[in-house]
């Protein structure tokens, strides 16, 4: 069984914390990716153009494409990644009162065999196990 949770600390204006849980039964590697947009006071959807901000990753996170971050290490079942956040993500507002919101989408994939992970995912991984680049 292969799945997994985001765990994240968010206090209504800036992400401080982005982990992955591994919740299946074997060890997984984790990836994550992001998608922005906005919401009026009400929490609808509103048509305005969104843009990821910048984001300091934290050391075992590399960045792939599409606004996707994948963890470099296999993850055993129950346990966490590291933060992927070296620093905050801070939500932008507007004078409308509208926000920016982040969705965080978290991916698992068994970890072995490796093929499975680079025919799926298409990153490389060294001879150490790790995932070095997409």
Do not use: H
Not at 30 to 42: A, I, K
């Amino acid at each position: 069984d292969v799945s997994c949770d985001v765990v994240e600390t968010f206090n209504g204006e800036r992400k401080s914390s982005i982990q992955v849980q591994n919740t299946g039964n074997i060890d997984a590697y984790l990836r994550v990716r992001f998608v922005s947009y906005w919401v009026d006071t009400n929490g609808n959807i509103v048509s305005k153009p969104s843009s990821m901000p910048d984001i300091t990753l934290a050391d075992g996170w590399i960045k792939g494409s599409s606004n996707t971050y994948y963890y470099q290490d296999a993850v055993a079942p129950t346990e966490l990644t590291d933060n992927l956040l070296a620093s905050p993500i801070i939500l932008e507002k507007d004078e409308s009162g509208y926000m920016q919101v982040i969705e965080v989408f978290a991916e698992a994939i068994q970890s072995k065999p490796y093929s499975a992970v680079t025919d799926s995912w298409g990153v490389t991984i060294d001879s150490s196990g790790n995932i070095v680049s997409q």
